[in-house]
Structures are given as C-alpha cells and as structure tokens.
C-alpha cells in the first residue's frame, strides 16, 4: 500500500505562511488526484485543496487565494503553499491520493489513503 509522509506543520501567527508537504512512497508508478484534507477539534475531515494529474485544481471557498497547491510528478509529492493564515485555518493537515499504481497493481479507493497528519496551529 502506498505510504503518504506529510511534513512542515507548525504554529505560526495570524497573517504568516507555512509549506506543507507530502511525498508518496513505495514503488509508484502512478498517482491519480492528490489533496489536502483537515481536520479541526470536534469537526469533521474537510477539503482543502486537489490537484489532479492534468486535470483542474480545486480549492475549499475558505482557502481560495491564500493558499495554493501544486504536485511534482518525477518525485511523487504535493505541496500547499499557506499564505494570510488565520485562526480558523488551525486543524491537524491530512494528505490524500485517491488512486495509484504501483509494481503490486493498480488501486481506486477515494478517501480511503491518508497520510498520518500534521499540526498547523494559526494562534497569536
């Protein structure tokens, strides 16, 4: 099964950036569309971002223009750039494939493979 490492979470002040990352790993031939995905205290896993492989980037209404996600294919991982953060962007930060391939076949399972997550905290 494919591993998803995320990296970069941290506590910043209101109005600060982070980078988070996610690189997949194993012997991958193939990712289908990536995302970001968080999860705040007493609320349920929300989208934060997608990226498809050729295909239209999607953002959550909350997050359009202050965040920006991009993947690199030749080295498996997707980033999202986070810009103006807020309080409210505070939430433990999943990374997401729905589907890949790898030297053991071919797997299509949305929302099913997540990496293990990372802390963002937006406080003053």
């Known amino acids: 099964q494919v591993q998803l490492v995320e990296s970069g979470g941290g506590l910043v002040q209101p109005g600060g950036s982070l980078r988070l990352s996610c690189a997949a790993s194993?012997?991958?031939?193939?990712?289908?569309?990536m995302g970001w995905y968080r999860q705040a205290p007493g609320k349920e896993r929300e989208l934060v971002a997608t990226?498809?492989?050729?295909?239209?980037?999607n953002y959550a209404d909350s997050v359009k223009g202050r965040f920006t996600i991009s993947r690199d294919n030749a080295k498996n991982t997707v980033t999202l750039r986070m810009n103006d953060l807020r309080p409210e962007d505070t939430a433990v930060y999943y990374c997401?494939?729905?589907?890949?391939?790898?030297?053991?076949?071919?797997?299509?399972?949305?929302?099913?493979?997540w990496g293990q997550g990372t802390q963002v905290t937006v406080s003053a």
């Open positions: 990226v498809g492989d050729g295909e239209p980037i």
């Open positions: 194993g012997t991958i031939f193939s990712l289908g569309v």
């Open positions: 997401n494939v729905d589907k890949y391939c790898s030297t053991s076949g071919c797997y299509n399972r949305p929302l099913y493979f």
